[in-house]
Each structure stands twice: as C-alpha cells, then as structure tokens.
C-alpha cells in the first residue's frame, strides 16, 4: 500500500481510494500502482500522523510541488487534505496541488473552494468531457446528470480562490471534436486547458 510516491518526478499523495465516479478510462482499472509505488491499492484511508511520517521518508523539499492524487478522489478527504497541506507547506514550503474530478461540492454539500483559500497553490479539474450527458456516459458519476454542471461551478469558484486552474482531458477517450469543445468551455472559463 503506497501512501506516497514519485510519478514522473512528481511528489504525489495517496489518501484514499473512494470516488464517486466509475470513470472508464480510469487507470485503476488497468493496473494496481503508477511512477514507484508498490500498489496504490489502499486497504484503509491512512490517518494524517501516518502520512507525515511516511513524508519524512522523502526529500520532500527537492519536488516542485506535492500532488494530492492517487486511485480515489482525494477530496473525498478534503479537511485530511487541507491539515497535510498546511504541514507540508509549513515543514517543507513547496506548494500544494489537487488533482480532482470537481465533485467536491456534491460530496460535501457545499462550497468547498473557499476553503482552498491560501492553502492549496494548483488545482487540476478533469473534465473529461464537452458535455453532460456525455460525461455522465463516461464517468458514470454517484450524483448522476447534475455532476456536469457541478464541475463547471466548482471550476468557476475554485478561481475566486486558488491562482493556477487547469482543466484537463484524457485523450485516448474522446473525440477530437469532443477535446476541442473542452478547450473552448477552458477558455470561456478562463482556465488553463491540459490534454493528458
């Protein structure tokens, strides 16, 4: 169970496994672990205290940033989340990234982006498709059809808050024109546009 770990030179951290998509391309799907971890099949959620111990087996301060993402939706954690993000920028002092699918606000019934205020640096939404009933196809997200709109709201929010907004697709599962019209709700959005 790996808890942390190098992808691409990147620092990333594993908090949980729970999503509330059934995504089909997600690479969970297709192998247990990525970069150097053993497996990021977590058989439980580690607490906080084990996280940090397990940061100090790295030279955290040598990565660019730290990365929250790993086989779950890491803000199915969000307060775990934001407490490690606050220690690691104040023992390490790089910056903190999320990678999210943008369904924080569904999950916790409310608006989560003020809460990213002054803590987390970057934040990554995948998009993953140009509208909702595609997405929904797609992603077969708990919260059904509303999902799409909710990820467009969070993108919209989490502005107000956070410096650096991207918005991401994964190439292998759309259409040309499909990542085209999501480099354009990028655009109107205001937001950096990433193919991955």
Not at 102 to 119: N, Q, R, S
Not at 151 to 159: Q, S, T
Request: net charge negative; proline share 4%.
């Amino acid at each position: 169970m790996s808890i942390v770990y190098d992808y691409f030179g990147g620092l990333y951290i594993n908090l949980t496994n729970k999503c509330p998509n059934r995504c089909e391309f997600c690479i969970r799907n297709f192998t247990d672990s990525l970069g150097n971890a053993d497996s990021l099949v977590l058989d439980r959620d580690p607490d906080i205290e084990e996280v940090k111990a397990e940061l100090r087996n790295w030279p955290v301060r040598d990565y660019d940033e730290a990365v929250f993402c790993g086989y779950g939706e890491p803000t199915e954690r969000l307060p775990e989340l934001l407490q490690l993000a606050k220690h690691i920028k104040a023992a390490y002092g790089i910056p903190i990234r999320i990678n999210t699918n943008g369904l924080a606000d569904l999950i916790w019934g409310e608006d989560t982006t003020k809460w990213l205020d002054g803590i987390v640096d970057s934040v990554s939404v995948s998009l993953n498709e140009a509208d909702a009933e595609s997405y929904e196809a797609l992603c077969h997200p708990r919260f059904g059809i509303k999902s799409y709109d909710a990820i467009l709201e969070y993108i919209k929010n989490v502005r107000e808050h956070v410096n650096d907004v991207a918005v991401s697709v994964v190439s292998g599962s759309l259409s040309r024109e499909s990542i085209e019209k999501c480099r354009k709700i990028a655009e109107d959005l205001g937001v950096r546009f990433k193919v991955r």
